[in-house]
């Protein structure tokens, strides 16, 4: 992109702003800059003034139950045998989420990086990709992996995994894929400046994997390969199967365009989405969007009727998310802390929320699709997110339950 076609697609969105400190900058920054201009969607600002599409539009929430463990466990061998042969037969790819840094957790390290371990080194990824290899070792086949990065961590995790050999898994089996960015903007529409050379991004939000595998060009080596299926998880949860073949072959012979693993809720109120029915399809209500009624709820059994909470664990049939894409999905404007330089130039990390990101949401895929399959999973086998450095959903939780669970860390 040209500077005098840089200043036409500002002004085409009021954002000349932009270039403010560009006669300042070096060769590369410019060029840096003028590309990333290119390659940013300004039209997403639009939605300041109409609003969050996703919650404008939520419709009526009725309960949606589960898949539960007794019957699961009564068609075990039958589910195992169809997810195998659909993994043997090559239709089968796993997509993880790693688009995510390490902030919270006290390091500046993307957040697959993270080490668990405590008399060795045991890291996020590597965990993940041990999960994988028991599903490997049972079906005697690989099943390519799709590893969603940011910009903000992509080198970073490529050069670790290059480090540690791919934790054994092979580079020809792994593929690596960016999330698109979406500006952030203040209340005014006016997109912030990370730096007189950068404009102020963030990931587009745990919606954006397929419409960014698809820019990205990896849905063509999905398609080529003969895929059929994606199970899409992320990355902070170190118990989850991956590509299980009997979440999978439960998915398939269900029907069902789509599988979400789901697990009993400790509370009502437990901060995790609940699997629902919203106007008559699949859906998921947040944690903060459960109201006093929804809460109340029971179902025929006398148990809470939202009691089956999403682990970010679903297996979707491809084809169908073709359609989803295309159709476009709902964007969230989501209020947040914009670190950014001022007009004279100084950085400023705000205190408090002072501006606008916009993200699509994986929820807002599931409801798009017919039908779903809630498959309930053994919470202490398949359930331990490292969110935190302490306390709840944490490092510390974590390794408490992988050593429940057998792992030596």
Known sequence: MTLEEAKKKLAEYGQEHVLRFYDELGDEEKKSLL??????????????????????????????????????????????????????????????????MGTRLGSDDPKCMYDIGITKHVYIIQRQIENLDEVVAEAGVKVPLFIMTSEKNDAKTKAFLKEHDYFGYGKENIWFFRQDMAPAADPDGKVYMESKSRIATSP??????????????????????????????????????????????????????????VVRKVSPDEKVGAMCLEDGRPSIVEYYDMTPELLAAKNEKGDPAYNFGVILNYVFREKDLQRVVNEKLPMHVVNKKIAHITENGTFVKPEEPNGYKFEQLILDMIHELDTCLPFEVVRGHEFAPIKNRTGVDSVESARELCRKDGIEL
């Open 204 to 261: 587009n939000g745990n919606g954006g994997w397929y419409s960014s595998m698809a820019k990205s060009g990896i849905l063509d080596i999905v398609h080529a390969k003969g895929i059929e299926w994606l199970n899409c998880f992320s990355v902070d949860n170190v118990l989850q199967r991956i590509a299980d073949p009997v979440f999978i072959g439960a998915t398939i012979l269900s029907g069902c365009a789509t599988g979400a693993k």
């Open 35 to 100: 590309a990333q201009i290119e390659n940013t969607d300004f039209s997403v600002l639009h939605y300041l003034k109409t609003g969050d599409e996703g919650k404008n539009n939520r419709g009526k929430i009725t309960p949606l139950g589960a898949m539960e463990l007794p019957e699961i466990e009564s068609r075990k061998e039958e589910f195992k045998e169809a997810g195998l042969s659909a993994i043997r037969g090559g239709k089968v790819g796993a997509v993880l989420l790693a688009g995510g």
